[in-house]
């Protein structure tokens, strides 16, 4: 018999990305790390048209209709309530999160956010968003 001993890695965290109950859509460190986030960069929003789970974010710029990079505090998000809204995710009711995994597409980086099974938000979620 031969026995090959597997380590597991304990702790490692995913890229991911997670639409708060205010449709900002925040990213987790790994993420800012993968994504090279800065304040002022902008990214546009789209779906895929024959996956209902994935969305990307394409580099743009605010001339064509893509959201702006903010931060608070050690984190960044994107505003992009209004096209989550067009698309039918219902942030409101359920808490969605996405991994994210970079891809190119004609030439260009693109970021691939592959929806994660939501879950209903709870009134203690609710409140620890600021909600009453």
């Known amino acids: 018999m ?5 380590k597991a890695t304990f702790g490692k965290v995913k890229p991911k990305a997670t639409i708060h109950l205010t449709g900002k859509l925040g990213f ?3 993420a800012n790390n993968l994504m090279v ?3 002022e960069q902008a990214f546009l929003f789209a779906k895929d048209t024959e996956d209902k789970n994935k969305y990307y974010l394409i580099p743009g710029t605010a ?5 702006k990079i903010a931060k ?3 984190y960044y998000y994107l505003n992009l309530g209004d096209a989550f809204d067009t698309v039918g995710l219902d942030y409101v009711k359920e808490i969605i999160s996405f991994d994210i995994k970079k891809d190119t597409h004609d030439g ?3 970021y691939v956010l592959g ?7 709870t ?5 620890e968003e600021g909600e009453n």
């Open 2 to 6: 031969a026995i090959e001993i597997i």
């Open 72 to 74: 608070a505090g050690a």
């Open 28 to 30: 987790n460190m790994e």
């Open 115 to 121: 929806k994660r099974k939501p879950t209903i938000r």
């Open 108 to 110: 260009n980086t693109i």
């Open 63 to 67: 001339e064509n209709g893509a959201g």
């Open 123 to 127: 009134e203690k979620t609710t409140k």
């Open 37 to 39: 986030l800065e304040a």
